[in-house]
């Protein structure tokens, strides 16, 4: 049997007929459809579009209803999706995200303060139990922040002192009281370092800590007795 060779120059376009609009339109213009015989949609991609709209105008309420049950039956997918997309978007994300705070830096305080005040309490209980739930994750961060901001949080402290100024003092000596009365680790630590103990040599023998405060217990007890 002889092989037929049919040789189509590069140039030519091949034509189908849409049953939509009854017009010939190249195939690159058909979508594609597997379960047609010659792989193509019958009706041309315009023919589809208008159509389309057309559904989605008279069928508003049902498509998003649609659409948003096949966002619920597909949470996974989506997530996927859209992470994947954010990743090989980065940049222009990124970028334009920066413009968008740069040009908006009153109404997202604006924003964030509303949604602050309208969600106060909601907003008080995820927060602390997220920190419960993420302790060192939260403890690493807020090193970091302290370590890069040092002088942003020494000049806001210092205004804080200035405007709350007997606040202040109230609160610190209450709280030295506290540490000083239940012998905590940290005022145990203070207590040993300004008996010459460096930093390194506290925490490489815990032990001190323990020995420290017994010795404060009996030098208070012997003071009293
Ligand atoms: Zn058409």
Redesign the pocket.
Known sequence: MQAILIIIPMDTIILKR?S????E?EVNKFRKDKNRKDGLSL??N??SKISESNYYKNNKQLVLEKSKLYQQNNKEKIKEQKKEYRKINADVINKYQKEYRNDNKDIIIERKKKYYCANKELIIIKTTTYVKNNRETVNKRQREYRKNNKNKIYRYRKQYIINNKEKYIDRKNKSELKTRTLLTDRYVKVQLRKSGFSDDVINENPELIEIKRLLIKTKRLWKTS
Do not use: A, D, M, T
């Open positions: 849409c939509k609009c009854g017009e339109v009706w041309c315009l023919c």
